[in-house]
């Protein structure tokens, strides 16, 4: 009988700052785009502050 184990183990993206540090530099992407992948767990805050020299900053919540 077939058995299949589907664990789900994530992928680190942590080793990607050399890519996301070259295409900032390039002009590639631009401070927006590093704060949309810091949003969704891509990039984390420490490697946006070595990356742009700036603080990541929480966005504002719109009130509804």
């Avoid at 050399?18 to 530099?25: C, I, L, N, P, R």
């Avoid at 949003?39 to 509804?64: H, V, W």
Wanted: with cysteine; net charge negative; hydrophobic share 35%.
């Amino acid at each position: 009988m077939l058995s299949l184990d589907l664990n789900f183990v994530p992928f680190d993206l942590t080793n990607c700052y050399k890519v996301y540090e070259d295409a900032y530099k390039n002009s590639w992407i631009g401070k927006e785009e590093l704060r949309n992948d810091v949003q969704i767990n891509i990039l984390p805050a420490s490697e946006y502050k070595k990356i742009t020299g700036d603080d990541y900053e929480e966005p504002a919540k719109s009130a509804k």
